[in-house]
C-alpha cells in the first residue's frame, strides 16, 4: 500500500475529530456549553458531513483534488475559530453575558457548514481515490480518530491552548499532505496556510483581551475542566471559567452569605466541609468559627496557584492555614472515598446546567451526603431566584429542587433573595431574625453584609408567605441520577431569559407525553429512509441498519460516558481512553467485516442481534455497581458492531450503484438525529432506562425487518 493511500484517510479522521473537540471546546466558552449546545454543535456537524458526503457526486471531483481540498479543511479553522470567539459582538452582547439559542443555533449552523462539508466532500473522495476500497478508507479514518481522542485529550489540552494545538496539528498535517501528495504540489499555497496557522497561535491571548473589551483581562489559562480568565480593575479580580463569572475576590457579601446562614445554625461545628466556591473569601468566612475545621473540595487544581499569584499576601496566607485541608477530587468522589463524618456541609457548586452537573442535585448524591452528616448535621446550597417575580420556568426549578432535598431530610427552610439559600437537615432548622441575630452577637462573628436589616428584608413574613405559595403551585417529581429532571428544569429556566419562544420549544417537548417520544426515533429514521429506498429501490434496501446504527452508536456512546460519569466521578481525564475505546472498535469490526463473504445475510443478522443484547444487558447493569472496566467493554462492543454493520451495509451499495458516499452520509444522519434529540430531551426527559428501551425498539424493528427478508430479497 502506498503511503499516500494510508496518510489522506488517516488524517481525515484525525483532523475531523480534533477539529470537532476543539470547536466544542470554544462553544463552551462563547456559549456556556450544556447539552444543548453541545446537541446543536454535534448535530450540525453530522448533519453538514453528511451532507458533504451525499452531495460529492455533484461536485466532479477529481483525485487530484485530494490534496487541495484537505489543505483547505485544514485552513478553514483558521477563519472560522476568531470568528466564533468575537462573535458576541454581532450578537450585541458584551464579554460576560449569555448568549440566546437563537444565536447558538444560528451560529453552530454555519461554524459547522463551513468545518464539517468538507471533510463529508473528503471521505467521497477519499474512497474515489482508493478506487471504490470503502473499507480501507473507513478503517484508517476509525484509526486516525481513535488516535486524535488521544493525543488530543492527553498532550494537547493539557499543555497548550485551543488556537495553539490547532496551529500545532495544523501545520503537522501540512507537511504530511506536501510529502504524500502524488500529484502536482504547491508550495506556496502550503506556507501561505502554514504562515496564517502560526499568526493564530501567536495572537491567541490579543485576540482574547480584544474579545473581553471593554474588561481588562490580565490572564487566561487553558485547563482539562475550561478555560479560565481573570478580569481586575482597581483592587477587584473577577474569575471567569468558559466566559461567565464564577467569583469575585474580594467579595465578602457572596461569602458571608455562602457561609454564615448555615453555619449560624450550628456555630460550634468541629468538622465542615465546603465543595467548590473556595474563591471569594468562603474559606476565610468559615474559619471566623474557632471551633470549626475545613476540608475544601476544588476539582481543579490549577485554579488555587493561578489566583494565588494574583492576591496580596495576607489573603494567601489563608490557603496555608492548619485547620484547613484542600482536596483536588470532584465533590462527588470525595465523598464516596472520604470515611469523615461532618456537622455542615455546604455547596457552592454551579447549577444543574449539563447533565454533568446534575449528578450534584440528584436524590442519589443527597442521600451520599446524609451518610456523611452527624445526627443534627445540616447541609447549605445556593442557587440562582429573582428577589420579587419568579416565572413559571424558575418556580419549577427551584421546587425540583426542594422536591429532591424533602426526598431525604425530613426538614427543609428556603430563605429566598436574589439567590435561594436552601438548607436541610434532620435536625431543628431556625430561619427567624432574632435567631440570626442573636448567634451573631453570641459567637461574635464579624460581618459586612449579613446583618440585621439585610436579614430582616430577606426574611419578611410576606416573602417567605409568597415563595411557599409559589412552590405550592406546582407538583415536580424528584430529580435522580438516571432520570435527571432537574437539569430540563434549569434549562427551561436558562432559556425563559432569553424571551417566549426559547421557552416554548422546550415547553413543548415537556407536554409530549414519555410513550410518544420513545416511538418518535423511529417514525424520524422511517422519515429519512422511505426517500432514499424509494428514488433507489432494492439496492439501497442494506442502508437501513446503517441510519439506525448512526443513531443508536451515538446514543449509546453518550449514555455510557454518562453512566460511568454517575458510578466513577467526573471523566474529564477518562474521555480519552473511553472514546478511543469506542474509535478502535470501530476499526476492530470494520477490519473483520471487511473478511466476511458478500453472501452476508446471518452475518447482519447476528449484528443487529448482538446490538439488542448488548442494550438489554446494559439496561439491566444500569442501576447497579459495576467494575469501572464494564463500560470501556461496551463501548468497545458497541463499536465493533457498528463498524462491522457499517461495512457489510455498505458493500452492496458500492457493488450496484457506486454510491461511495450514501452509507457514509445515512450513518451520519442517524447520529445527527442522535445528537439533537439524546443529550438534550430523552436523557433528562425520559431518563436513562427509558432512552434504552426507545433505543431497543428502534434496532428490534430493525431486525424484524432483516428478518421478514425485504432487504435481501434480491438475493
Excluded at 471504490?132 to 485529550?153: H, I, M, Q, S
Excluded at 494567601?316 to 462527588?332: A, C, M
Excluded at 473478511?595 to 444487558?617: C, E, F, N, S
Excluded at 442501576?623 to 458493500?651: A, E, K, M, R, T
Amino acid at each position: 500500500m502506498e503511503l499516500t493511500q494510508i496518510v489522506f484517510p488517516f488524517l481525515l479522521g484525525f483532523f475531523s475529530l480534533s477539529t470537532q473537540i476543539f470547536l466544542l471546546r470554544e462553544f463552551q466558552v462563547q456559549f456556556y456549553g450544556n447539552e444543548v449546545i453541545y446537541g446543536f454543535v454535534l448535530g450540525f456537524w453530522l448533519l453538514w458531513g453528511s451532507s458533504g458526503s451525499l452531495l460529492a457526486p455533484r461536485f466532479r471531483l477529481e483525485k487530484r483534488h485530494l490534496p487541495l481540498l484537505s489543505e483547505i479543511a485544514i485552513f478553514l479553522p483558521v477563519l472560522v475559530f476568531p470568528c466564533l470567539r468575537f462573535v458576541r459582538f454581532f450578537w450585541g452582547k458584551p464579554f460576560g453575558e449569555t448568549l440566546g439559542l437563537e444565536a447558538s443555533f444560528l451560529t453552530s449552523l454555519g461554524c459547522c457548514f463551513l468545518l464539517s462539508f468538507p471533510f463529508g466532500l473528503l471521505f467521497y473522495l477519499n474512497v474515489h481515490f482508493l478506487q471504490g476500497n470503502l473499507t480501507r478508507v473507513y478503517l484508517l479514518e476509525a484509526l486516525g480518530a481513535g488516535l486524535a481522542g488521544l493525543t488530543v485529550d492527553l498532550f494537547f489540552i493539557p499543555n497548550f491552548s485551543c488556537w495553539q494545538s490547532l496551529a500545532i496539528l495544523g501545520i503537522s498535517g501540512l507537511i504530511l499532505i506536501f510529502f504524500s501528495n502524488p500529484f502536482k504540489k504547491k508550495p506556496i499555497l502550503t506556507a501561505f496556510i502554514a504562515g496564517f496557522l502560526l499568526l493564530l497561535s501567536l495572537f491567541d491571548f490579543q485576540a482574547q483581551r480584544e474579545a473581553t473589551r471593554p474588561f481588562p483581562l490580565i490572564k487566561s489559562h487553558d485547563s482539562p475542566y475550561g478555560r479560565w480568565q481573570i478580569i481586575k480593575i482597581e483592587d477587584q479580580i473577577t474569575l471567569y471559567q468558559d466566559g461567565l463569572a464564577v467569583a469575585s475576590v474580594p467579595d465578602p457579601a457572596e461569602a458571608e452569605e455562602i457561609v454564615h446562614f448555615a453555619l449560624l445554625q450550628r456555630p460550634e461545628a468541629k468538622k465542615v466541609l465546603l465543595i467548590g466556591g473556595g474563591f471569594s473569601g468562603s474559606i476565610e468566612e468559615i474559619l471566623k468559627y474557632p471551633s470549626s475545621t475545613l476540608d475544601y473540595v476544588e476539582i481543579d487544581p490549577d485554579i488555587i496557584p493561578l489566583l494565588k499569584t494574583l492576591l496580596p499576601q495576607e489573603k494567601q496566607s489563608i490557603f496555608e492555614s492548619p485547620r484547613l485541608r484542600i482536596h483536588h477530587l470532584d465533590g462527588r468522589t470525595f465523598l464516596t472515598k472520604t470515611a469523615e463524618i461532618y456537622d455542615v456541609i455546604i455547596l457552592a457548586v454551579p447549577e444543574p446546567a449539563t447533565a454533568q452537573l446534575n449528578r450534584l442535585y440528584s436524590r442519589e448524591f443527597y442521600s451520599l451526603i446524609k451518610k456523611h452528616l452527624s445526627p443534627l448535621g445540616i447541609i447549605s446550597l445556593r442557587v440562582s431566584s429573582a428577589e420579587n417575580y419568579q416565572n413559571p420556568a424558575l418556580i419549577r426549578y427551584l421546587n425540583n429542587i426542594y422536591t429532591t432535598l424533602n426526598s431525604v431530610f425530613s426538614r427543609i427552610e428556603v430563605i429566598p433573595g436574589d439567590t435561594n439559600i436552601f438548607l436541610a437537615s434532620d435536625g431543628p432548622l431556625q430561619i427567624d431574625l432574632d435567631f440570626f441575630v442573636s448567634r451573631l452577637e453570641k459567637y461574635q462573628i464579624e460581618t459586612r453584609f449579613i446583618r440585621p436589616q439585610v436579614i430582616s428584608s430577606r426574611l419578611s413574613p410576606m416573602r417567605l408567605e409568597k415563595l411557599k405559595t409559589r412552590f405550592a403551585s406546582v407538583t415536580t417529581r424528584a430529580n435522580s441520577d438516571l432520570h435527571p429532571r432537574g437539569y430540563f428544569y434549569y434549562l427551561a429556566y436558562w432559556a425563559s431569559q432569553f424571551g417566549l419562544s426559547e421557552t416554548r420549544i422546550l415547553e413543548f417537548f415537556f407536554r409530549i407525553p414519555a410513550p410518544v417520544l420513545i416511538l418518535l426515533p423511529l417514525f424520524l429514521v422511517a422519515a429519512i429512509a422511505a426517500p432514499v429506498f424509494i428514488s433507489r429501490g432494492k439496492a439501497s434496501w442494506p442502508s437501513l441498519p446503517l441510519i439506525i446504527l448512526g443513531f443508536t452508536s451515538l446514543m449509546a456512546e453518550v449514555l455510557v460516558l454518562l453512566w460511568f460519569q454517575l458510578r466513577f466521578g467526573y471523566i474529564y481525564e477518562k474521555v480519552a481512553l473511553l472514546f478511543a475505546c469506542f474509535m478502535f472498535g470501530l476499526f476492530a469490526g470494520a477490519f473483520t467485516g471487511q473478511k466476511i463473504p458478500l453472501a452476508r445475510t446471518w452475518t447482519l443478522l447476528v449484528d443487529q442481534a448482538g446490538i439488542i443484547l448488548i442494550l438489554i444487558v446494559l439496561l439491566i447493569l444500569l442501576p447497579l455497581q459495576i467494575s469501572s472496566f464494564v463500560p470501556y467493554l461496551f463501548l468497545f462492543l458497541f463499536g465493533f458492531l457498528g463498524g462491522h454493520i457499517f461495512i457489510l451495509s455498505n458493500l452492496p451499495l458500492i457493488r450496484e450503484s457506486r454510491s461511495y458516499g450514501l452509507g457514509y452520509g445515512l450513518d451520519l444522519a442517524g447520529s445527527f438525529l442522535g445528537a439533537i434529540l439524546g443529550p438534550p430531551l430523552f436523557f433528562p426527559l425520559l431518563g436513562l432506562p427509558a432512552t434504552i428501551m426507545s433505543l431497543l425498539i428502534l434496532n428490534a424493528s430493525c431486525l424484524l425487518v432483516l428478518l421478514l427478508g425485504r432487504v435481501y430479497s434480491h438475493e
